[in-house]
C-alpha cells in the first residue's frame, strides 16, 4: 500500500474520531480520573502522586495525595506533556488517545503487509477500523490502552520484521529483536497487562531454544531479554511503596468459573459489533458464534492451513503464539484480581486478530471468486458488521456517553440560585479537604483533593460511622459529598451513609448545602481517635 494511501486513512480516523469526541465528548472512568489527577501532580511538580485516594493500596499510606502503584507510571507521563505547554488535562489525555490509535494504522498496515495480507484486505481491515465502535470509543476514553495497544502491536511488527531479516545477516535482526524487547518493556510501564506481552514474547524465543539449542537460538532470547527490565523496575518499585509485588489493591477476590467464561464468551462479540443500544451482549454473542462458523466452514472449504504459505504461517504463529498467550494470562488473573472481566480486557488484541483474518482471507480469496454464493454471504457479514457498529456510532453522539451526568449533578442551582459548585468555592477554603461518594468523579469536578469512598468491589473496608470518623480524623477530611439521586454503591452499602443521606442529623456532621442531586455537610467537630481494629482505619496507616 501506497504512503499516501496510508497518510488518507490515518486523515480520515483522525477527523472521524477527532469530531465524535467533540461532538459526544471524552469517555472518562474511575481509572481516568486516577490518570488525570497524577498528570496533574506531575506538572505542578509532586511526583507520581494522586490527591483523590481510592484504592486501599494508595489509601495504606494515610497521607493526601497519596503516592501511586495501583497503576504505571507512563501513561500520567504522557498525558502530562502537552498539559505542560497550557493544554487543558481531559483535551491533553484525548490527543495522546487519538494520536496513539491513529499511528496504530500505519503499523497495522505494515504488519499486514509482512505477514501475507493482500492490499485489498488490508484496506478491509482499515475500514473495519474506521467504522469500529470500538477502536471510536477507546480513542475517545482516557485509559491507557489505546498507547498500550499501539506498543503491544508495534512489538509484533518489530519481531515480524525480526524474522524477515534473518536471511540480510545476524545484525539486523538482533536490532529488530532489540526494538521489540524495548516496545515490550514499555508497555509494563502503561498497563501492568504489559507483563503477559513480556511472557509472550520471551516464551516465544525460549521455545525456539528448546527445539534446537544453537547459538543463534541462543542469541535470540538474549537480545529479547531486556523487555523484562521495566517490569523487574515496576516490581522493586511496588515493594519499596508498598511492601507487595502487585503494588495494586490487595483485595481478596475469587470469580466463579462462570463468570469468566461469561466475559471470556461476550467480549469477541462486544468489540466486533460495538454496542448498538437495538442488541445486547447475548445478541452479539450469538452473532459471533455465526460468524466463527463460517470462517470453519470456510477454513475447511478452502483447504484450511495448507492454504497458507510456509513463510506466512510461521509469522502468524508468533502473532497467535503472543495473543494466546496474553489472552490466556489475563482470563487466569481475572479469576482471583480486582477489576471488571470484560471486552476492555482484550481490546489490545484485536489489532492483532484482524491482521491474521486478513491473512487468511487473502489466502482464501480464490473462494470468493469460484462462488457467488459464498461472495454475497461475504458482503452480508461485512454489511450486518457494518450496521451494528454504525448504529454504535449514531446512538453515541446522541447519547453523549461522557462524565458529563457528574457535573450536571454538581452544577444543579442550590436554595440561593447557585449552583454547589459555585457555593463551594465560594464558602470553602482552599486548602479543604473532601470525602465522597462516587468520589473519583466528585472530587475531580469539585477540583479538591480528598478521599473516595471505595465500594466492596474495590475494597475490604465497610464506611459505617467509626471508620468514617477516623478517617476523616487521619486524613484531616473536612467535608463529606453524599448524592442523593441514584445513589452510589457505597451508600447503599453503609447503613450510616444511607441514613446520613436521607436525614442529614450527626453529632459530628452537619449539613451545609445541598442541592436536588448532592449533599455537602460539613465536620462539626474534631472527632477523637476510636480504637483499631474491624470498624477503625487504623489499617490506613502502612506499617512501613
Avoid at 281 to 309: A, K
Avoid at 456 to 464: D, G, K, P
Wanted: hydrophobic share 50%; charged share 15%.
Amino acid at each position: 500500500m501506497r504512503r499516501t494511501e496510508v497518510l488518507l486513512w490515518m486523515a480520515a480516523a483522525a477527523l472521524q474520531w477527532t469530531v465524535v469526541a467533540w461532538l459526544a465528548g471524552a469517555v472518562l472512568g474511575n481509572d481516568s480520573f486516577q490518570y488525570l489527577s497524577i498528570a496533574d501532580s506531575l506538572v505542578s511538580g509532586e511526583g507520581l502522586v494522586t490527591p483523590i485516594v481510592f484504592y486501599d493500596t494508595e489509601a495504606s499510606h494515610g497521607t493526601i495525595p497519596a503516592p501511586v502503584s495501583t497503576f504505571p507510571p507512563l501513561f500520567p507521563v504522557l498525558v502530562a506533556l502537552p498539559h505542560l505547554l497550557g493544554v487543558a488535562l481531559p483535551v491533553a489525555a484525548l490527543f495522546v488517545t487519538v494520536a496513539c490509535s491513529v499511528v496504530l494504522i500505519p503499523v497495522l498496515v505494515s504488519l499486514a503487509g509482512k505477514i501475507g495480507a493482500s492490499v485489498f484486505w488490508t484496506r478491509v481491515v482499515l475500514l473495519f477500523v474506521l467504522l469500529s465502535d470500538t477502536f471510536r470509543t477507546y480513542a475517545r476514553s482516557i485509559v491507557a490502552e489505546p498507547p498500550f495497544t499501539l506498543l503491544l502491536t508495534s512489538a509484533a511488527l518489530a519481531v515480524v520484521l525480526a524474522e524477515r531479516a534473518r536471511a540480510q545477516g545476524a545484525l539486523r535482526e538482533r536490532g529488530w529483536l532489540l526494538v521489540a524487547a524495548v516496545l515490550a518493556g514499555t508497555a509494563c510501564l502503561v498497563r501492568y497487562a504489559g507483563y503477559f506481552l513480556v511472557l509472550g514474547l520471551v516464551s516465544y524465543f525460549a521455545l525456539g531454544l528448546l527445539r534446537s539449542c544453537k547459538r543463534p537460538e541462543v542469541m535470540r532470547v538474549v537480545w529479547v531479554s531486556p523487555s523484562v527490565v521495566p517490569p523487574l523496575w515496576l516490581l522493586l518499585r511496588n515493594w519499596n511503596l508498598t511492601r507487595t509485588l502487585s503494588g495494586g489493591n490487595t483485595k481478596h477476590v475469587v470469580r466463579g468459573a462462570m463468570d469468566i467464561l461469561r466475559g471470556l464468551a461476550y467480549s469477541p462479540g462486544d468489540l466486533v459489533f460495538g454496542q448498538p443500544a437495538w442488541i445486547d451482549s447475548r445478541g452479539r454473542l450469538v452473532l459471533m458464534f455465526l460468524l466463527v462458523g463460517y470462517g470453519v466452514y470456510w477454513w475447511h472449504r478452502t483447504g484450511g492451513r495448507s492454504s497458507l504459505r510456509r513463510d506466512h504461517t510461521g509469522l502468524l504463529a508468533f502473532v497467535a503464539w503472543v495473543a494466546l498467550v496474553y489472552a490466556g494470562s489475563m482470563t487466569l488473573s481475572g479469576a482471583f484480581m480486582v477489576f471488571t472481566f470484560y471486552a476492555r480486557m482484550f481490546y489490545p488484541l484485536l489489532p492483532l486478530g484482524l491482521v491474521g483474518l486478513a491473512v487468511c482471507a487473502t489466502q482464501w480469496t480464490h473462494a470468493l471468486r469460484s462462488s457467488r454464493p459464498q461472495a454475497a454471504l461475504s458482503v452480508g457479514v461485512g454489511g450486518l458488521v457494518a450496521l451494528c457498529n454504525g448504529a454504535s456510532l449514531a446512538s453515541t453522539v446522541v447519547r453523549g456517553d461522557t462524565f458529563d451526568s457528574m457535573h450536571a449533578c454538581l452544577s444543579e442551582p442550590t436554595e440561593d440560585g447557585r449552583s454547589l459548585v459555585d457555593v463551594v468555592n465560594a464558602r470553602v477554603p482552599a486548602g479543604a479537604r473532601f470525602a465522597a461518594t462516587n468520589g473519583q468523579a466528585a472530587l475531580f469536578v469539585l477540583d479538591r483533593p480528598g478521599l473516595a469512598l471505595a465500594e466492596s468491589e474495590y475494597s475490604e473496608r465497610t464506611w459505617e460511622e467509626a471508620r468514617l470518623r477516623e478517617a476523616m480524623y487521619r486524613f484531616a477530611l473536612d467535608y463529606l459529598v453524599l448524592f442523593l439521586r441514584d445513589e452510589p454503591a457505597v451508600q447503599r452499602e453503609s447503613r450510616f451513609l444511607s441514613a446520613l443521606a436521607a436525614k442529614p442529623s450527626s453529632t459530628w456532621l452537619r449539613e451545609t448545602v445541598r442541592n436536588g442531586c448532592a449533599l455537602v455537610l460539613l465536620r462539626a467537630e474534631t472527632p477523637p481517635a476510636v480504637p483499631t481494629g474491624n470498624t477503625a482505619i487504623g489499617d490506613f496507616a502502612s506499617e512501613h
